[in-house]
């Protein structure tokens, strides 16, 4: 079965630094890759997401995520983050073997200092 | 666009007790989904509906019922609320089954006194 990890359960930088939040997935195949970002008192909302063809992807709001093959993995980053970016950041993977079950990683808290 | 509507936003009850929470979507969507988020843990997919009349059992279905009433709702039952749990449960739709997207609701905060 596919499992996600994001080995940074919080992140904490100062307005205007860059950001990379880290995701690696395990799957045999190449899944379906998304990150999503849920702002308190929220649900979740998607950021961008990966199907094939170019590995980085944009996003909303200035992100970006570059998926590896050879590393598993599907990093976010921003070049200069806002204090507002302080929400909790969810990896996601989807087999793509029609079925529309996604399974997500625990999550990262990232809090900006402003 | 659409939205997800969640009822209700916190939901406190007693050990033991039967809790219901709904779910609406005007997306038309075909597809949805009921999570529960832990602090820590990640989203865990308890129950899923990939059309209007069905129902199948996700990850963390034991303890749960659902209920897909029509298209566009869909109902979540905690059979025997546990003391301490506290979770948010997220509802989430999908255009249907092939299609990866999830749009999420705001969630119901549950506490167990």
């Known amino acids: 079965a596919q499992s996600v990890t994001q080995p940074d359960a919080r992140v904490t930088v100062s307005e205007g630094a860059s950001l990379q939040l880290r995701c690696k997935y395990s799957y045999s195949a190449t899944p379906y890759l998304f990150w999503y970002v849920q702002y308190p008192r929220q649900g979740l909302q998607l950021l961008l997401k990966?199907?094939?063809?170019?590995?980085v992807v944009q996003g909303v709001n200035g992100f970006e995520a570059e998926f590896s093959k050879s590393n598993s993995s599907f990093h976010l980053r921003k070049a200069s983050v806002h204090w507002s970016d302080s929400a909790v950041y969810f990896c996601?993977?989807?087999?793509?073997?029609?079925?529309?079950?996604?399974?997500f990683g625990h999550g990262t808290i990232l809090r900006v200092h402003p | 666009g659409g939205i997800i509507t969640q009822t209700p936003k916190f939901l406190i009850g007693q050990e033991g007790q039967k809790l219901t929470l709904k779910c609406q979507q005007n997306f038309n969507h075909d597809t949805m989904y009921w999570y529960r988020q832990d602090s820590g843990k990640g989203l865990r997919l308890i129950y899923y509906?990939?059309?209007?009349?069905?129902?199948q059992k996700g990850d963390l279905s034991e303890g749960y019922d659902a209920s897909r009433e029509k298209k566009s709702s869909f109902s979540l039952t905690v059979t025997s609320a546990q003391k301490n749990e506290m979770a948010v449960f997220l509802c989430?739709?999908?255009?249907?089954?092939?299609?990866?997207?999830?749009?999420f609701g705001p969630g119901t905060r549950l506490t167990v006194l």
């Open positions: 509906s990939i059309t209007e009349n069905d129902l």
């Open positions: 989430a739709s999908s255009r249907d089954w092939g299609s990866y997207e999830q749009y």
């Open positions: 996601a993977v989807n087999t793509g073997a029609n079925t529309g079950k996604l399974t």
């Open positions: 990966y199907y094939s063809g170019d590995p």
